[in-house]
C-alpha cells in the first residue's frame, strides 16, 4: 500500500497553521475528496475518508482493494463550512465520512443535488436540516461560499423525471479564487460552454478514463482531463480520482504529458499533500 504524503497529525498541523496564516490552499485527500481553505471558509469537496466500499465488495468479483492509505479520520476534520455531494456513488455519498463530520462539525451543511435528496436521506438518516439543495445552473452562498452547480455525465447528463441533474460538479468562488470541482464526469456539449465564461482559476479533474471491463461509470482520461483544463482557460489543472482503488485507477503520465504539450499549468498532488494557492488568489 502507498503511504501518503502527510497523514492523521501532520495533515492537521498543515491545515491548522494554513488557516492561521490566511493563504488559500488546497489538499487532496484521496480519489475525489479536496480540502479547499481560503479567507477563513473551508469547503471539503466529495470526501471519502473511511473503509467502506473495500468491506462491502471484499468477497465479490469486483474488489475496492486500497492503494494508498487514508489521510485522516472524518471525525478529526473541524472548521468545515460546506461538504458537497456531486452524486450517490459511495466514494461521494459515504455515510461512514459524512455522519462523523456532521458530529464533528455541527455547523457544515451539505450541497446535494436537488434530485438525489431521497437518496440521501435514505444513506444518511434524518438530515434534512442540513442540506443544500441544489441543480445545475443554479447559485448558492452558504458559509461564506458561493457554489455553482455544473451538470455532470457519469456516463451521461442524467436527469430525473423532473429534468434535474443526478451528477453534477460544481464551482466554488471563495476568498478571489474560482475552484471547479467535475465530480464525475465524461465530455458534453455543455460541459465547456458552461465553464468557459467563469474564469476558473483551479480545475479539479479526473483522470481515471472510461473502460467499460470495469463495470463502473466512466471518467476522462488523462488527455481528455488536461484538454478540459486547457479549453475552458482555468489557470491550473489538478488530476483526481486515481491512486485509490486497484481496479479503477490509472498513472497521471497520461495527464501530465498532454499539460506539458499543451501548455496547460498543472500540479499533480500525493494524498494528503497540500498546494499554496496565493499566488492565484485575487482581491
Same mark, same amino acid.
Given at each position: 500500500?502507498?503511504?501518503?504524503?502527510?497523514?492523521?497529525?501532520? @495533515?492537521?498541523?498543515?491545515?491548522?497553521? *494554513?488557516?492561521?496564516?490566511?493563504?488559500?490552499?488546497?489538499?487532496?485527500?484521496?480519489?475525489?475528496?479536496?480540502?479547499?481553505?481560503?479567507?477563513?471558509?473551508?469547503?471539503?469537496?466529495?470526501?471519502?475518508?473511511?473503509?467502506?466500499?473495500?468491506?462491502?465488495?471484499?468477497? *465479490?468479483?469486483?474488489?475496492?482493494?486500497?492503494?494508498?492509505?487514508?489521510?485522516?479520520?472524518?471525525?478529526?476534520?473541524?472548521?468545515?463550512?460546506?461538504?458537497?455531494?456531486?452524486?450517490?456513488?459511495?466514494?461521494?455519498?459515504?455515510?461512514?465520512?459524512?455522519?462523523?463530520?456532521?458530529?464533528?462539525?455541527?455547523?457544515?451543511? @451539505?450541497?446535494?443535488?436537488?434530485?438525489?435528496?431521497?437518496?440521501?436521506?435514505?444513506?444518511? =438518516?434524518?438530515?434534512?436540516?442540513?442540506?443544500?439543495?441544489?441543480?445545475?445552473?443554479?447559485?448558492?452562498?452558504?458559509?461564506?461560499?458561493?457554489?455553482?452547480?455544473?451538470?455532470?455525465?457519469?456516463?451521461?447528463?442524467?436527469?430525473?423525471?423532473? =429534468?434535474?441533474?443526478?451528477?453534477?460538479?460544481?464551482?466554488?468562488?471563495?476568498?478571489?479564487?474560482?475552484?471547479?470541482?467535475?465530480?464525475?464526469?465524461?465530455?458534453?456539449? =455543455?460541459?465547456?460552454?458552461?465553464?468557459?465564461?467563469?474564469?476558473?482559476?483551479?480545475?479539479?479533474?479526473?483522470?481515471?478514463?472510461?473502460?467499460?471491463?470495469?463495470?463502473?461509470?466512466?471518467?476522462?482520461?488523462?488527455?481528455?482531463?488536461?484538454?478540459?483544463?486547457?479549453?475552458?482557460?482555468?489557470?491550473?489543472?489538478?488530476?483526481?480520482?486515481?491512486?485509490?482503488?486497484?481496479?479503477?485507477?490509472?498513472?497521471?503520465?497520461?495527464?501530465?504529458?498532454?499539460?506539458?504539450?499543451?501548455?496547460?499549468?498543472?500540479?499533480?498532488?500525493?494524498? =494528503?499533500?497540500?498546494?499554496?494557492?496565493?499566488?492565484?488568489?485575487?482581491?
Amino acid at each position: 500500500m502507498k503511504l501518503a504524503y502527510q497523514k492523521d497529525e501532520a @495533515l492537521l498541523q498543515d491545515i491548522t497553521e *494554513t488557516r492561521a496564516s490566511g493563504r488559500p490552499r488546497i489538499w487532496w485527500l484521496g480519489q475525489s475528496g479536496f480540502l479547499f481553505h481560503a479567507r477563513g471558509v473551508t469547503v471539503l469537496f466529495d470526501p471519502y475518508l473511511s473503509d467502506s466500499l473495500t468491506r462491502k465488495y471484499s468477497q *465479490t468479483d469486483k474488489p475496492h482493494e486500497r492503494i494508498t492509505e487514508r489521510v485522516v479520520a472524518p471525525d478529526r476534520l473541524i472548521g468545515i463550512s460546506l461538504v458537497t455531494s456531486s452524486h450517490t456513488h459511495t466514494e461521494h455519498l459515504d455515510a461512514e465520512t459524512l455522519l462523523p463530520l456532521f458530529e464533528a462539525n455541527p455547523q457544515a451543511m @451539505l450541497l446535494v443535488s436537488r434530485a438525489n435528496i431521497s437518496a440521501v436521506l435514505e444513506r444518511l =438518516g434524518p438530515v434534512e436540516t442540513r442540506l443544500v439543495p441544489i441543480d445545475a445552473g443554479e447559485a448558492v452562498r452558504v458559509g461564506g461560499a458561493e457554489l455553482r452547480a455544473i451538470p455532470a455525465a457519469h456516463n451521461t447528463v442524467e436527469r430525473d423525471e423532473r =429534468g434535474r441533474c443526478k451528477f453534477l460538479g460544481f464551482v466554488a468562488h471563495v476568498g478571489g479564487l474560482k475552484v471547479y470541482h467535475s465530480g464525475d464526469t465524461l465530455l458534453h456539449d =455543455g460541459l465547456v460552454p458552461t465553464l468557459q465564461p467563469l474564469a476558473i482559476d483551479v480545475a479539479l479533474v479526473p483522470i481515471n478514463g472510461n473502460k467499460p471491463e470495469r463495470r463502473v461509470a466512466g471518467n476522462l482520461n488523462g488527455r481528455e482531463a488536461a484538454r478540459l483544463a486547457f479549453d475552458i482557460h482555468a489557470r491550473l489543472a489538478i488530476p483526481h480520482h486515481f491512486d485509490m482503488f486497484a481496479f479503477n485507477t490509472e498513472p497521471p503520465d497520461e495527464f501530465v504529458a498532454e499539460c506539458c504539450r499543451i501548455e496547460q499549468p498543472f500540479h499533480v498532488l500525493q494524498n =494528503g499533500e497540500g498546494l499554496d494557492l496565493g499566488a492565484l488568489a485575487s482581491d
